[in-house]
């Protein structure tokens, strides 16, 4: 997360930004939820190939957890390595590509879920029909937006789409508590990778000084963030965040009164994140919300929830 430096004079954070974040925070945990249960009333999560280890172990656990941070450094090398060679124009296409390949991949397990659910059973066959069109229509629209950003608006509701259903397909087919060893393996390296690491070196070479929340929507990472305001949110968090809202509500059995006080835990450490961005220009927007919520999640199963 980074905050626009067009009003780092004032230092502050405005009230009506913080409430649109938590809105979003809302949004990100509702979607999350609903996507999750349709994967997992459906049962096609578990006709999918995975490339994770099955079991519950504590090995398992660590080998998935790393398999995903593998990935992690991966995109991120990715991006250093279009920056080092002088190639930060290219980084939208390869945004465009990398989010239309695996958006059309994941909106068609989705629409496939969806037609085997006996409310929308009547329109099963329209669904499995279509289902490639659609999937392949919303993944070029958004890549078209990131290669040309004409509506802010519409990529950020098609970029929190995508990353909600990414989060909650990880939250199903990882599993027990991967998910959650996953985001404190992140969150900690989300603090080494802003203040120290690869990320520090991405934003100080793709966020200009005096940029202004405008430039940000067109900036080389569009696609990698949605914009609200003067916030830059990173994907990896609404990722995050959406992965441990369906694991909340989900594991190890289905509460809607855990999910709703983890979610607030989120959005409280989210608020404390932009506080805290009075005084520095990035922030990571994963270690605050993800302990936070960890430890009300923890109570939670304490006291039965």
Excluded at 150 to 164: C, D, E, M, P, Q
Excluded at 188 to 204: H, M, N
Excluded at 234 to 241: E, I, K, N, R
Aim: one cysteine or more; charged letters at 10%; a positive charge.
């Amino acid at each position: 997360m980074e905050k626009d430096t067009y009003e780092s004079g004032r230092r502050h954070i405005e009230y009506k930004t913080s409430l649109l974040m938590g809105l979003i925070v809302i949004v990100i945990s509702s979607l999350s939820v609903a996507w999750a249960l349709v994967l997992s009333k459906s049962g096609v999560a578990d006709l999918l190939g995975s490339p994770f280890v099955p079991e519950e172990s504590p090995q398992g656990v660590l080998i998935n957890s790393l398999i995903i941070l593998f990935l992690v450094l991966l995109g991120t090398g990715l991006l250093l390595a279009l920056i080092r060679f002088r190639k930060i124009h290219t980084i939208p296409a390869v945004m465009a590509f990398a989010v239309a390949f695996s958006f059309w991949g994941i909106a068609e397990i989705y629409f496939y879920s969806l037609a085997t659910l006996a409310p929308l059973a009547r329109y099963s066959d329209y669904l499995q029909q279509y289902a490639d069109l659609l999937s392949i229509s919303v993944a070029v629209l958004a890549a078209v937006l990131i290669i040309k950003p004409v509506s802010a608006k519409l990529l950020n509701i098609l970029l929190i789409i995508y990353g909600t259903m990414a989060g909650s397909l990880l939250a199903v087919t990882l599993p027990g508590w991967t998910p959650f060893a996953v985001a404190v393996i992140l969150a900690v390296y989300d603090v080494y990778s802003v203040f120290y690491g690869p990320l520090k070196r991405i934003l100080e070479n793709t966020v200009g000084e005096g940029q202004s929340r405008e430039s940000k929507l067109k900036s080389p990472l569009r696609g990698a963030v949605i914009v609200v305001d003067n916030i830059a949110l990173g994907m990896g968090d609404v990722l995050m965040y959406s992965m441990l809202s369906s694991s909340y509500y989900l594991f190890p059995f289905n509460s809607a009164a855990r999910w709703v006080l983890t979610t607030i835990a989120i959005a409280l450490g989210l608020y404390f994140t932009l506080k805290m961005l009075t005084r520095k220009k990035y922030m990571p927007a994963l270690p605050i919300p993800v302990f936070l919520s960890l430890a009300v999640y923890v109570i939670c199963l304490l006291i039965g929830f």
